[in-house]
Nanobody, 119 residues
Framework: VQLQAYGGGLVQAGGSLRLSCVAS?????MGWFRQAPGKERDFVAG???????KYSDSVKSRFAISRDNMKNAVYLQMNSLKPEDTAVYYC?????????????????WGQGTQVTVSS
């Protein structure tokens, strides 16, 4: 499965961005991770085949993940962005029975899209 992510960019603090990711095939779970310079790749949000979701504490109530199974797509609506949200965001997908939050267990990765939030 190949993943193609779109939608990164530069935004001021408090602004919004929407990331999109399209997969070449269907998977059980899709989601987003992010990696800031000099830091490890961290889980952001995930959505399962039944539309159940999971969020990291740092983005809960600000970000919303959704998916379109007909299009094999996943979206991340990011609101109230903060400078600490600046990172490369990676689309992820896997066929686990649960939403995975550990990067080394993910089956498929997209190429990453830069999100920069200015203060």
């Amino acid at each position: 499965v190949q993943l193609q992510a779109y939608g990164g960019g530069l935004v001021q603090a408090g602004g919004s961005l929407r990331l999109s990711c399209v997969a070449s095939g269907r998977t059980n779970n899709m989601g987003w991770f992010r990696q800031a310079p000099g830091k490890e790749r961290d889980f952001v949000a995930g959505i399962a085949w039944d539309d159940s979701t999971k969020y990291s504490d740092s983005v809960k109530s600000r970000f919303a993940i959704s998916r379109d199974n007909m299009k094999n797509a996943v979206y991340l609506q990011m609101n109230s962005l903060k400078p600490e949200d600046t990172a490369v965001y990676y689309c992820a997908a896997d066929n686990s029975i649960i939403i995975l939050t550990t990067p080394r267990m993910i089956d498929y990765w997209g190429q990453g899209t830069q999100v920069t939030v200015s203060s």
